[in-house]
């Protein structure tokens, strides 16, 4: 697989880098400081998320866990959707189908090669989960599995995703140290924090560039947070 | 090299008896009277003004140019001009900031070099910080617009100064221009190797300042007012730009001098 | 497609070195293309406000831009090594990297990539590394078309141009030229300047060819040399499209932009998007660490990583030119250039316009097609104080300019193209001037005749003149005024 002049193109380059930084002393680099950011409590963060998500034209709507297979009916009547694509024994799969019989309910239990087309012209409205969020930014972190794959969440046009106020956490660096992540990132992770959007002609907003033009994010809380 | 605008991080010397005037070479064959203003307000503070005669120029053209050795050498001469530990008062940013920041780098390894940087003050930042002047205003109501050179806003900090300075005087409204930390397209030799970018950008700050509806803008930089004044000129506007030390003391005393 | 035998890998000339060369003349075209300076008028007062917006804490920004700071110096002064433990990574994690000296080296490496599985309909995200090497171009030689699946490279492409700025392609153009591109070159789409319309045209094109592509190619943000991860920062969701449908990935990014920790991203990706567009974070950021894995729907077979050289070795070298590398293309010092406000993205001839184009196509292009460059700038130090990671600008265009005049004989080869700007003439006259000026005497007897002949001054003087009335010399120096003062003369002029 690999190509003679890319193994030279790498001696080469690596020798001039090399030569370069030969002796240099790493332990002697200057202290990095982080900015502290003040602390938010829950609700704080769980503001700031919200926000965020809305800012960014995103649909938050607040939930109990039983009230997921209700919302996503009702949601999907309004937009006059009756079909919904999800993965499989997921996290929500028991809750979602609960769904069948009231609309044509399709798991993602096919190979997306052969399958393209159906995969973007068949499927309306998507739900998947979530592995986390991130407050301060107002992102979702999709961490896509063998039943959630990844194309889920980026070609129906409307996407679904629930979110556990209990796995909010204040920031990525926050996020990152403490679940280290460094140890154990899958194929592919995808921090969702909007709709799609561009700016691109003449500085004006539009949604719905090439990813979901909708996001709408089902929020799960506890009864107080409600 | 030092924190550049470094004004809240610097340790302000108390009031000296004398100081150095570095003149500019500008104001020494075009704009001399601005040097003779900013002397005599030094002056009427109680300090005695020491004009080295043998300045000539920081070396800021042939730096900008990349003729280091020819600028090395004209500032090397600057440095032999201001000896002892008197503060060195200069009248312009941009040369200031040559002075305070370039010069640390251009003879990194002189260990006497900080000592030197550490010693220039531009005009305006020497009468805020140093000297803690107080100005009496006897002038009349007034309008008028700042302009900062962009080496004395980001290296001197001069826009601060020089908003202080005026809003001691309780005649005078400072009027904000459009843009107004937007570059005036002077930039030195850059006025003439790229003149048709710097008269687009000179173009532009002579209607914003035209637009702030004054009748007079105030700058501490004589580089930049040749620039707009020439293009003000050009174009038979009424708008006229004076140097800040002429301002001051024509506001601060009852007889105008004659910049 | 051609055999690869009938190739010699031959280092090509970029493109862009003739268009670096055509800088005064571009300038000149579009300074007195009004449309365009209204355009860029606009789009520059919005962007610079949007981040204004997005940094109100001094403090975060300051800390932020410190730690950001030494957080790319320490990636670049490990550098070799954080190459060798990327590839490490990434190889280990499935995905196959290669190394390309030129942009030539890079294009053959992607074209045989392409051959060797067939590719017939390619997709691309956004790729400034890409449009440094002419990919298009070179693909299109092979009968291979590639297409821009990122909206503003979309239109550029439909235009025939390349972008004009790194993060906005095609901010050169205002929605009604957009209108009458989309109706000259889409079938069945007519004239209409409702940007949301105009997108959705856009999405219906792209999402059909989303659709068929067999190849994805993109650029890199951030390469995590710790987990063999490229990281993407995108809005619209064609990145994630095309790294994710096609059958095989192909990304391609400078050898710069690897970092060391996943740590060293959050702080880096706050400043991006923030100092970019003022945004807190990019609608998707995508990290991809593997390519489809066993049991897994979807995702390309096959990802490859091709890092590029060109010219950026040349920059490391040298540690005050090293600073260019810190770069982590957010566009800010574009944003705030009021260089680049008038003349726009095109006229620089480069890949890379504004400020930071100054600082580093003189390594890709060598000084000689970019010598008007470093000094097409009145040093106004806006973009320093906006850079997230604190590149001196200023500083570096000086030092350009120095190598940019140093003698042909100097011993010292720093750069490709030294000495390129150097001009006897100029030389001499610096000459003359340094030895005026470093002797009192003679500089003052010069002052006394430039006032003494002052009605002499010439009232036109070249480009100065133009635009502005002469200034004339004072009728006394102060160097006079002050020696008759001290003789007890008080004078004033």
């Keep these: ?226 | 090299m030092t924190n550049l605008n470094s004004q809240h991080l610097r340790k302000y010397p108390e009031k000296p008896q004398q100081v150095y005037l570095f003149g500019t070479c500008l104001i020494d064959s075009f704009f001399p009277n601005s040097g003779l203003d900013a002397i005599s307000l030094l002056e009427r503070e109680g300090i005695e003004v020491i004009y080295p005669q043998g300045q000539t120029c920081c070396g800021q053209p042939a730096y900008n140019s990349g003729y280091l050795d020819e600028a090395k050498q004209v500032a090397r001469q600057q440095i032999q001009q201001f000896p002892g530990d008197m503060p060195i008062v200069v009248l312009s940013g941009s040369c200031g900031g040559m002075m305070r920041h370039h010069y640390a780098d251009i003879f990194k390894g002189d260990g006497e070099i900080q000592a030197f940087c550490d010693r220039i003050f531009e005009f305006t930042e020497f009468l805020v910080h140093v000297l803690d002047i107080q100005l009496d205003d006897k002038g009349d109501k007034e309008r008028v617009a700042l302009h900062t050179s962009c080496a004395a806003r980001r290296e001197m900090g001069v826009h601060i100064t020089g908003r202080k300075l005026l809003g001691q005087l309780n005649q005078v409204e400072l009027v904000t221009h459009d843009y107004e930390s937007e570059c005036c397209g002077f930039g030195g030799t850059f006025s003439v190797k790229h003149g048709d970018i710097s008269a687009a950008m000179v173009a532009d700050k002579s209607r914003h300042l035209e637009n702030a509806e004054v009748l007079r803008y105030i700058s501490a930089d004589w580089g930049c007012m040749m620039n707009i004044n020439g293009a003000l000129d050009y174009r038979n506007s009424k708008l006229k730009g004076q140097h800040i030390a002429t301002f001051l003391l024509n506001r601060t005393q009852k007889q105008e001098s004659r910049s | ?493």
């Design chain 1, 1 to 226: 697989m690999k190509f003679s002049h890319s193994q030279s193109a790498r001696a080469n380059i690596l020798a001039k880098l090399k030569k370069q930084v030969k002796g240099a002393d790493y332990g002697k680099l200057p202290v990095e400081t982080a900015f502290d950011y003040p602390e938010q409590d829950f609700e704080q963060q769980l503001n700031q998320f919200i926000c965020q998500l809305e800012a960014n034209h995103a649909q938050v709507i607040k939930i109990k866990p039983q009230q997921i297979a209700d919302t996503l009916a009702r949601q999907l009547k309004n937009r006059n959707i009756a079909s919904l694509l999800y993965g499989e024994s997921s996290q929500y799969s028991q809750a979602i189908e609960q769904l069948n019989g009231f609309i044509e309910l399709t798991p993602y239990d096919f190979m997306l090669d052969g399958n393209r087309e159906r995969l973007f012209n068949d499927y309306p409205a998507s739900v998947t989960g979530s592995y986390c969020a991130i407050a301060q930014t107002g992102s979702i972190v999709l961490w896509p599995t063998e039943n959630e794959p990844r194309t889920l969440s980026l070609v129906p046009p409307v996407h679904f995703v629930i979110v556990d106020t209990n796995q909010l956490y204040q920031d990525f660096a926050t996020l990152i140290g403490a679940q280290q992540w460094q140890d154990k990132l899958p194929t592919n992770v995808v921090l969702v924090s909007g709709p799609s959007k561009t700016a691109d002609i003449q500085q004006t907003l539009a949604y719905g560039a090439h990813g979901p033009k909708e996001l709408v994010v089902l929020l799960l809380c506890d009864e107080d947070t409600l």
């Design chain 3, 1 to 493: 497609m051609n055999n690869a035998a009938q190739y010699k890998i031959k280092v090509q000339e970029s493109k862009y070195a003739n268009s670096a060369r055509a800088f005064r003349e571009n300038v000149a075209r579009d300074l007195d293309n009004s449309e365009l300076r209204e355009n860029f008028r606009g789009a520059m007062d919005y962007l610079v406000d949007k981040r204004k917006s997005a940094f109100s804490e001094r403090e975060e920004l300051d800390c932020l831009r410190q730690q950001c700071k030494l957080i790319k110096q320490r990636c670049l002064v490990k550098l070799p090594l954080l190459l060798e433990q990327l590839e490490q990574q990434l190889e280990q994690n499935g995905i196959v990297v290669h190394w390309a000296e030129s942009i030539t080296d890079a294009n053959e490496i992607i074209a045989q990539l392409i051959e060797r599985n067939n590719g017939k309909s390619v997709v691309k995200g956004k790729s400034m590394v890409s449009e440094e090497t002419a990919l298009n171009d070179y693909l299109e030689l092979q009968g291979v078309e590639c297409l821009e699946s990122d909206m503003g490279e979309y239109i550029v492409q439909l235009a025939k141009e390349h972008p004009s700025h790194i993060i906005m392609p095609a901010i050169h153009q205002n929605k009604q030229q957009v209108a009458k591109l989309f109706a000259e070159n889409i079938d069945g789409f007519d004239y209409n300047t409702d940007v949301d319309t105009l997108i959705q045209q856009g999405r219906q094109v792209l999402r059909d060819k989303f659709c068929q592509a067999d190849v994805g190619i993109s650029g890199v943000n951030f390469a995590v040399a710790e987990t063999g991860t490229l990281c993407l920062v995108e809005n619209e969701g064609n990145g994630r499209m095309c790294t994710t449908v096609p059958d095989l990935h192909i990304a391609i990014t400078g050898i710069e932009k690897v970092v060391e920790y996943l740590a060293d991203v959050p702080p880096l990706l706050s400043l991006l998007t923030r100092s970019a567009t003022g945004q807190a974070i990019s609608t998707y950021f995508n990290m991809i660490s593997h390519p489809r894995q066993d049991g897994e729907k979807d995702g390309p077979k096959q990802v490859h990583l091709v890092l590029l050289d060109n010219g950026r070795s040349q920059a490391f070298a040298d540690d005050e030119l090293r600073q260019t590398l810190q770069c982590i293309r957010c566009g800010a010092c574009m944003n705030h250039c009021p260089v680049y406000t008038r003349i726009g993205g095109h006229a620089y001839g480069t890949v890379y316009p504004g400020p930071i184009g100054k600082m580093i196509s003189p390594h890709m292009l060598g000084l000689e097609a970019t010598k008007d460059l470093p000094t097409a700038s009145s040093l106004c130090g806006a973009c320093g104080e906006v850079c997230p990671v604190k590149i001196p600008i200023p500083k570096i265009l000086l030092r350009l300019r120095q190598e940019s005049v140093k003698p042909k004989s100097d011993d010292k080869q720093v750069m490709k193209g030294q000495g390129a700007g150097r001009k006897a003439l100029e030389a001499k006259i610096w000459k003359a001037w340094s030895l005026v000026h470093k002797r009192p005497v003679l500089y003052r007897t010069s002052m006394w005749f430039l006032t003494r002949l002052r009605g002499l001054m010439p009232k036109k003087l070249g480009a100065w003149t133009k635009v502005r009335t002469a200034p004339k010399p004072a009728a006394k120096t102060l160097h006079e005024l002050m020696a008759q003062r001290s003789r007890g003369i008080r004078d004033e002029v």
